[in-house]
């Protein structure tokens, strides 16, 4: 059988931002679909989607103390050492005679940096993230604080040049790069299975629980914020049930930040990395506020997930995260300035048991209608083969046309 397309999926990590739209296309079984990562979800497994490891590249620590130069360049080395053994990866698939019609690679990290040398004639997307302004202000011996957002400009301008189609999750991601490289550029809502995030059935729940998502905040500042925030909280709202959702934690790195959690408020504080589909969306159904603190420049899959499951949401009425939450309507805006303000928003907030409720079921009917899996995946499906018709068709064009020009030159 003479497969209908050819996709590959080219990501760090599996299965970032492709994932539906990896389903989606291997839904078609006349479709091959490969999708390449360094690591990922072992429990997962998408029907018709074919696996492929990817070499995790290792460097010495250098000792000594440490700089935005450094960092810089250890950043690129590290893009470097990926693209090349990602390379190597897809020259061994390009052997075994898989030639992708089309490739979706994350613009970030390195893995596609070699991706045209190996496949110049396949369909390119480049899934963007954001860039970041000029101008962040003089930090470090360097007066280089912004050296490491350099470096991912860097590695997207490469991949957003290379590329036949660039995407990107927002509108307000895709303003942030400059308007010569926005041209070519698509936004492609997430997606969210609403029917699997979902209120509970059986009603809101009585115990009156927070949940923190600590995606993005493992840095250090970041971290001792989100612990003032809680330890400001837990003495005005003594009865209070604190999540704390690190997902973004490995495994092995999860031991020390659960024991200080723990030494937060005892027992009413609990730390919990990757868990099970189930689990999560029971912690999602059980919150009465769900809080996203974390500034940064993207719309994090989780708090679609939260709102989905009727859960009202705080966060940042700012970047990405502002087209989403329309404070006071299906959620709840806060700018994070102090740890002792935020707590106090929060307790506030839980006082208004009727206004959560209405806000829960705002922000339900905005996921719904705006970021379902059911209708948004097929939309992005459908925008991506557009794209790749019109590609199509342009290169057949431009081959008859070399072809004609050449016959002329032979009769003249």
Not at 91 to 112: E, Q
Not at 315 to 333: K, M, Q, S, Y
Request: proline fraction near 8%; charged fraction near 20%.
């Amino acid at each position: 059988m003479v497969p209908l397309m050819r996709i590959l999926f080219l990501h760090y990590a599996f299965p970032g931002p492709f994932r539906y739209l990896a389903e989606s296309f291997a839904a078609l079984p006349e479709n091959v679909v490969v999708f390449a990562s360094e690591y990922g979800r072992r429990d997962l497994l998408i029907p018709g989607v074919r696996r492929m490891g990817l070499g995790t590249p290792k460097m010495k620590v250098v000792q000594g103390p440490q700089s935005p130069l450094r960092d810089a360049g250890r950043d690129l080395q590290m893009a470097y050492l990926r693209g090349s053994m990602t390379a190597q990866a897809l020259r061994s698939l390009k052997g075994a005679g898989f030639i992708p019609d089309m490739v979706c690679a994350t613009a970030v990290m390195g893995n596609s940096l070699f991706l045209r040398d190996i496949f110049p004639d396949s369909f390119l997307v480049a899934h963007a993230e954001t860039y970041a302004p000029q101008g962040g202000g003089p930090e470090g011996p360097e007066g280089l604080g912004g050296t490491p957002q350099r470096v991912r400009n860097l590695l997207q301008v490469h991949g957003l040049v290379d590329c036949d189609l660039a995407v990107v999750p927002t509108e307000w991601q895709r303003k942030q790069f400059p308007a010569w490289l926005r041209k070519n550029m698509e936004v492609l809502p997430q997606c969210v299975d609403t029917d699997f995030f979902s209120p509970d059935s059986a009603g809101p729940a009585e115990a009156e629980s927070v949940t923190f998502s600590a995606h993005g905040l493992e840095a250090p500042p970041e971290w001792s914020r989100l612990a003032e925030t809680i330890r400001a909280l837990l003495p005005i709202r003594p009865a209070c049930r604190i999540v704390v959702l690190a997902s973004g934690l490995r495994r092995e790195r999860l031991a020390a930040p659960r024991g200080e959690a723990t030494q937060w408020g005892g027992g009413q504080v609990s730390l919990h990395g990757f868990s099970s589909p189930d689990f999560y969306r029971r912690v999602l159904r059980a919150s009465s506020l769900y809080v996203h603190i974390a500034s940064l420049p993207l719309l994090p899959t989780g708090l679609l997930e939260s709102m989905s499951c009727g859960c009202p949401v705080l966060a940042p009425g700012t970047g990405p995260v502002g087209e989403v939450i329309l404070d006071g309507r299906n959620g709840f805006a806060c700018d994070f300035h102090s740890p002792a303000s935020t707590a106090a928003r929060i307790a506030e907030l839980l006082d208004e048991g009727g206004l959560l409720r209405k806000t829960g079921e705002a922000a339900r009917r905005f996921v719904t209608e705006g970021y379902s899996l059911a209708r948004t995946m097929p939309e992005n499906r459908d925008r991506l083969l557009q794209s790749y018709q019109g590609w199509l068709g342009a290169r057949r064009r431009h081959v008859n046309h070399k072809e004609r020009m050449t016959l002329v030159r032979r009769e003249g």
